[in-house]
């Protein structure tokens, strides 16, 4: 089945510094999403990418994907306290998101 | 900026017994979705509706869960008699349209099952 898969699972690092986390997927699709979740909240989308697209920016964040290879990465550069939170990548293909397991990352100040 | 909202926020329930939980999806989004987290799992999908009819559905989405849009601006998610494996994060989402856009999600229902 389709899935993403994220590593690293978890990710502490220090405020200022950049984390890039990666997902891997099996199958073909037409976009693929990053979404932020906070402990016990909802997930807050960041970011999507169109299979046709290689890389793509918003703000603090930097997205690549490699169809031959069937990846993803999300950076984001000069975290902050307040980036702490569980990321995951979320395939879409026939009209619902896959999710990963998604990369814990922690940031301290 | 728009909200996915769902209601209650937290759920206890009897196993066995019926529970509806609610959502009211962005306005003029056209699919809505609902997603179950099970405490430290991945978010699985369960559902897609469009055009007031289920679009697809996912192996956990048996003959005890159901959906209803019942008056063009609530959706809601049921399930018939519930089980103690069924305790989760629910999540509702919402997107105007598929493909180019990403999902707008509520902050989940927590339903636990005893």
């Known amino acids: 089945s389709q899935q993403g898969e994220e590593d690293p699972q978890a990710l502490s690092i220090q405020e200022g510094e950049n984390a890039t986390m990666n997902c891997s997927y099996k199958?073909?699709?037409?976009?693929l999403q990053w979404y932020r979740q906070n402990s016990g909240r909802g997930l807050v989308h960041l970011i999507l990418i169109r299979s046709n697209e290689r890389e793509k920016h918003s703000g603090r964040l930097r997205v690549t994907l490699d169809t031959s290879k069937k990846s993803s990465s999300l950076l984001i550069t000069a975290s902050r306290a307040a980036d702490t939170a569980s990321y995951f990548c979320a395939t879409d293909a026939e009209g619902k998101l896959i999710f990963g397991q998604g990369t814990t990352l922690q940031v301290k100040p | 900026e728009p909200e996915v909202t769902q209601t209650p926020s937290h759920q206890v329930t009897q196993m066995g017994q019926e529970v509806i939980l609610r959502c009211v999806p962005i306005s003029n989004h056209l699919y809505f979705y609902w997603y179950r987290q099970i405490l430290g799992q991945k978010v699985e999908f369960l559902v897609s509706f469009y055009n007031n009819e289920i679009s697809e559905k996912s192996e956990i989405f048996d003959d005890q869960f159901s959906v209803e849009r019942p008056d063009g601006s609530n959706f809601t998610l049921k399930i018939r008699s519930t089980k103690l494996e069924d305790s989760a994060m629910y999540f509702c989402?919402?997107?105007?349209?598929?493909?180019?856009?990403?999902?707008?999600f509520g902050s989940g229902t927590r339903l636990t099952v005893v």
């Open positions: 199958t073909s699709i037409n976009n």
């Open positions: 989402a919402s997107s105007p349209e598929q493909g180019n856009y990403g999902y707008t």
